[in-house]
């Protein structure tokens, strides 16, 4: 919903991401609407309810919608839910002593925990909730192998990428930028850029080749050191 209704740049970051989404993601008609929600929940009849992961406890993009809507308080008492590498994005909690208390309950009624990172174990323990206790677990991108990624490549309408240095930065500076220029020359390299809009903008098939592609990457993203790790650069 924030992509959509506070984000200007919306259609634009969606145009190569909603393909994919599209074609490899099983899911529901899209929803805009809380009431549209918790209707359809109702009409569905799920057994279990899955929030996860990546920075779904981050109360700075959460709280706009109401904390306890990531508590899936609106699931029937029935229902399993569970969170899967759920993630607070930042090794510091941010809930205030009211929202420890206000999830508390909402926290207990969840049939398993895990998190992604060892920090959010030490915040579950400062909230005090243990019950039910929480375990480390994976980030879901890495449930699948390397080559699946590599099939789904394979599959699609890809093409060579335009150098050999990949740098997929998030948040780019002047200083970033020396770092590329310093190191592409050490290395006899040629640097090329992702971003979800703009000039360098790609699909998700394209942003995985270019990890295959590259020999050396450059990233300030956490999903970018991911598929590092995954394709071995």
């Known amino acids: 919903m924030y992509w959509r209704y506070e984000d200007p740049n919306w259609d634009k970051r969606r145009k190569n991401t909603f393909p994919f989404f599209q074609k490899y993601v099983k ?8 009431d549209v929600l918790k209707e359809y929940i109702q009409r569905e009849k799920f057994d279990a309810y899955i929030v996860g992961s990546d ?22 008492s029935s229902k399993k839910r569970i969170f899967y590498s759920a993630s607070f994005g930042i090794t510091e909690g ?5 929202d420890i208390n206000h999830l508390s309950s ?7 925990v895990s998190v992604r990172e060892d920090s959010a174990l030490l915040i579950l323990k400062r909230y005090g909730w243990s019950n039910p206790p929480a375990t480390l677990t994976l980030d879901p991108t890495l449930m699948l192998s390397r080559t699946v990624y590599e099939k789904i490549v394979k599959e699609s309408l890809t093409v060579q990428s335009p150098g050999n240095m990949f740098c997929y930065v998030l948040d780019i ?13 050490e290395k006899k390299l040629t640097p090329f850029y992702a971003s979800l809009i703009g000039e360098n903008s790609m699909s998700i098939e394209q942003w995985l080749k270019a990890f295959m592609d590259s020999e ?16 071995k650069k």
Do not use: C, M
Request: glycine share 2%; no cysteine; charged share 25%.
């Open 27 to 34: 899911h529901s008609p899209l929803i805009w609407s809380f």
């Open 55 to 76: 920075q779904v406890l981050r109360k700075r993009f959460t709280e706009r919608w109401g904390l306890e809507r990531f508590f899936l308080d609106f699931v029937p």
């Open 94 to 98: 941010e809930y205030s002593i009211e």
């Open 106 to 112: 909402l926290y207990r009624r969840f049939n398993a």
């Open 173 to 185: 500076d002047s200083n970033i930028e020396t770092k590329i220029k310093t190191i592409a020359a």
């Open 216 to 231: 050396y990457v450059i990233t300030d993203s956490y999903h970018g050191l991911v598929f590092s790790i995954i394709f």
